[in-house]
């Protein structure tokens, strides 16, 4: 009997896992009843919590929860001010590697644009310090920051959710974690963390609203997502390649944040969502393709790598009310990480 060729194989192999893909039921999420223990806990329920339905993700998220501490949610001491002008970035901080301190300066000057009003942040991949390393331990210098500490001295907002634990602690800790964050020179509310399903890691995004005026004194409302999807997929689903991973959470995002591939024309409110996809297959994957259908109407983006090594993996998507205008550029410094960050510069003073 003639076996089929290598280059057969790959191809039926492929054409199997597109089946597969396809007939998986949609995953579908629901609004959790106030958590209150482990890395759900939250002070006051300042933050709500969205999950699949399916049992088996719940229990799959649930084991890597366990470990973690809870949410952190601080209240910064700038003073808020009228906003015309506001600039979202997103930035992959490499494992709390990245200089978050510098960046934000630069920002907070226009980085090489006008200034803005104000500036908001949607970080992945921040590190917060957990447990105090004993004497004698903890000391050696891995790079790593601990940003919550670092906000403090920068006097903003900051949201933050854990997603697992990280593998290199700030100098002086024995233990730390890491997820994604909004931070903000503008109050943050409405927080609302939402774990994806699982493929390998732990994967949480976080959205919130921040709130203000234009300078002529006309009320807006903006809601930010920080993502970050799987990079590869694990052996819980071994027969799913990693762009079907990063599908299935693309539409369970969609859904928690209630977008269908086909929404309004218009907004009520404005959205930007933003991270890093980890889209290595391309442009053309499945995940982003659905995310332009669901934010048709932004601009163009930079069409730079947004990594040192050359791959486009940070995104950002908006969907604005009339008369709010958006442009999207990468800055040319990583900050001391593997990726560039990724500005979007909002302009509200034709806001209808």
Request: aromatic share 4%; glycine share 8%; with cysteine.
């Amino acid at each position: 009997m003639r076996l089929p060729s290598l280059p057969g194989l790959v191809i039926a192999t492929g054409m199997v896992a597109a089946w597969l893909v396809g007939c998986a039921a949609p995953v579908r999420m629901t609004t959790a009843s106030a958590p209150s223990h482990g890395c759900r806990a939250a002070p006051d329920g300042a933050v709500a919590w969205v999950h699949p339905v399916d049992p088996e993700e719940r229990e799959a998220l649930d084991a890597r929860c366990a470990p973690l501490a809870p949410p952190l949610v601080r209240v910064g001491s700038t003073p808020a001010r009228p906003a015309s002008r506001v600039m979202v970035a997103t930035w992959n901080m490499h494992d709390g590697r990245g200089d978050i301190v510098s960046l934000a300066r630069d920002l907070l000057a226009g980085a090489g644009e006008a200034p803005p009003d104000a500036v908001i942040l949607l970080l992945q991949e921040l590190v917060r310090a957990t447990a105090v390393a004993t004497a004698g331990g903890g000391g050696r210098d891995t790079g790593v920051r601990d940003v919550p500490t670092v906000v403090v001295d920068l006097g903003w907002h900051l949201a933050y959710v854990p997603a697992k634990r990280n593998r290199l602690e700030p100098a002086g800790a024995s233990a730390a974690d890491r997820g994604t964050a909004i931070m903000s020179t503008l109050p943050i509310a409405d927080l609302a963390a939402i774990e994806l399903p699982v493929e390998r890691q732990r994967r949480v995004a976080l959205s919130g609203h921040v709130r203000a005026t234009t300078r002529d004194g006309r009320p807006w409302r903006l809601r930010v997502v920080s993502v970050h999807l799987e990079n590869r997929s694990g052996m819980r689903r071994v027969w799913v390649r990693a762009g079907a991973s990063r599908t299935r959470q693309a539409e369970a995002l969609l859904e928690a944040i209630g977008f269908d591939a086909h929404p309004p024309e218009a907004a009520d409110d404005g959205v930007v969502l933003a991270g890093d996809f980890n889209t290595w297959l391309g442009d053309d994957e499945q995940a982003l393709r659905l995310l332009r259908e669901a934010f048709p109407h932004g601009p163009p983006s930079d069409p730079r790598p947004t990594m040192e090594n050359g791959w486009r993996l940070d995104h950002v998507f908006v969907r604005l009310p009339a008369g709010v205008t958006a442009a999207h550029r990468r800055l040319e410094s990583t900050y001391g990480s593997d990726h560039f960050p990724v500005v979007t510069t909002l302009d509200f003073h034709r806001l209808d």
